[in-house]
Structures are given as structure tokens and as C-alpha cells.
């Protein structure tokens, strides 16, 4: 089954620095990679995904990059604010399935006022 | 659009007792749902995934006589934690897939259980 790794485990940045978080994934059959951002005692909410016949995708402050080959994708954020502190948790379809998502161990972001 | 809604928020129930959680889509039929089991300051972890009108497929290592899963329309499951013991005190959320789109998930908001 899909395995899913994550970096780092927890990050933290300054306001208006960018933060990045880097996820590895074994199922070379997944084509869907969604992030979440859960905020303290929150429902994880999808903030971008993609989908691997695409290599970026963006939205505002918030970008995706999909490395196929190398089985991995990375989430930037851009000009951090304090209401981006949350846990980021990337995702990864299971390939024998589509149906269902695996989940990375979760990177705890600060951004420091 | 692309509400879930989970009922109970919060459960505190004795030790043997049942407990039966409700997730439902509000404005959209789900085909299928999803039972993540959440831990502190842990991921999420896939429980079961529940389809409308057939039986749930378990995850490796969850009790299937445990946490009974049913999803009797396009708009509710429940799980029911039977004969609930302490170590099942946990952070329970579903999320559920809109039929209109391939992939997207909309999270509930979770259950605290808690066994005593």
C-alpha cells in the first residue's frame, strides 16, 4: 500500500519568509495529491491539490510543485502570515485504489509576528 | 457548498457501553465516506471507507466488529463504537467525496470520545 513521508515535522518561520514542505510517497500508480491545513481542534481543510498529468499549480500565496519520477511533491507558501500557523498534512491516493487518500505524518508551521 | 456535518462534538460514555456517531453531507450526495481515527498532535488515520449501499472496507488492523460502519443513504453514515474501552478515547472525523467530483474530500468536523 501507499506510503507517505513528510518534512520537516515541524517548521518554523518569520512573517513574510516563505516556508516549504516536502512529501515522498512508494505508489508510483497515485495521481492525486491533495494538502490539508488543520488549525487546533479543526476539521483538516483542502487548501490546493493536483493531479500528477500537471508538475505545478498554484493559488495566490500557495503553490505545489509534483516531481513524478522522483516520487515527491512540495507545498510553498509565500509571504507567511500568522493565520498560516497550523499543521500541514500532504496526501497521496492509494494507487490499487482512487477511492481513498493516505496521509503524511503532518509538519507543525509557526510564523513568528 | 460541500458541508459535513458530524453529531455528537463531544461523547463521554462509560467503559462497555456503545457509542454511534453520525456524519452527514449537507448539501451534496456522497457515494462515499470516509472514518479517519485522529490521535494527538497525530495524522490521520485511514479507518474504513464506507460506500452508500454496500458493506465498508476495513483498513489493515481495524476491528471490523468493533467500529460497525453503515451508510444507509447518499447523505449519512454512522460508526458505532461497540463495547467501548478507554484506549478507544480518541478524535473520530469523516469526510465525504461529492459524486459530481473525482477526489475531493470535505472533512466533518470530528467527534471527541471519550471513555471512562
Known amino acids: 500500500g501507499e506510503n507517505v513521508e513528510q518534512h520537516p515535522s515541524t517548521l518554523s518561520v518569520q512573517e513574510g519568509d516563505s516556508a516549504v514542505i516536502k512529501c515522498t510517497y512508494s505508489?508510483?500508480?497515485?495521481?492525486?495529491f491533495p494538502w490539508y491545513k488543520q488549525e487546533l481542534g479543526k476539521r483538516p481543510q483542502l487548501i490546493i491539490d493536483i493531479r500528477s498529468n500537471v508538475g505545478e499549480k498554484k493559488d495566490q500565496r500557495i503553490a505545489v510543485t509534483l516531481n513524478k519520477t522522483a516520487k515527491h511533491f512540495s507545498l510553498h507558501i509565500t509571504e507567511t502570515q500568522p493565520e498560516d500557523s497550523a499543521v500541514y498534512f500532504c496526501a497521496a491516493s492509494d494507487g490499487t485504489s482512487y477511492d481513498k487518500v493516505i496521509f503524511g505524518p503532518g509538519t507543525s508551521l509557526s510564523v513568528i509576528p | 457548498g460541500a458541508v459535513v456535518s458530524q453529531h455528537p462534538s463531544r461523547v463521554i460514555c462509560k467503559s462497555g457501553t456503545s457509542v454511534k456517531i453520525e456524519c452527514r453531507s449537507l448539501?451534496?450526495?456522497?457515494?462515499?465516506m470516509f472514518w479517519y481515527r485522529q490521535f494527538p498532535k497525530k495524522s490521520l488515520m485511514l479507518m474504513a471507507t464506507?460506500?452508500?449501499?454496500?458493506?465498508?472496507?476495513?483498513e489493515q488492523g481495524v476491528e471490523k466488529d468493533k467500529f460497525l460502519i453503515n451508510h444507509a443513504s447518499l447523505t449519512l453514515s454512522t460508526l458505532t463504537v461497540t463495547s467501548a474501552h478507554p484506549e478507544d478515547s480518541s478524535f473520530y472525523i469523516c469526510s465525504a467525496r461529492d459524486r459530481r467530483h473525482t477526489y475531493e474530500q470535505y472533512f466533518g468536523p470530528g467527534t471527541r470520545l471519550t471513555v471512562t
Open positions: 464506507s460506500n452508500e449501499g454496500s458493506k465498508a472496507t476495513y
Open positions: 448539501d451534496f450526495q456522497a457515494t462515499t
Open positions: 505508489d508510483s500508480a497515485s495521481n492525486y
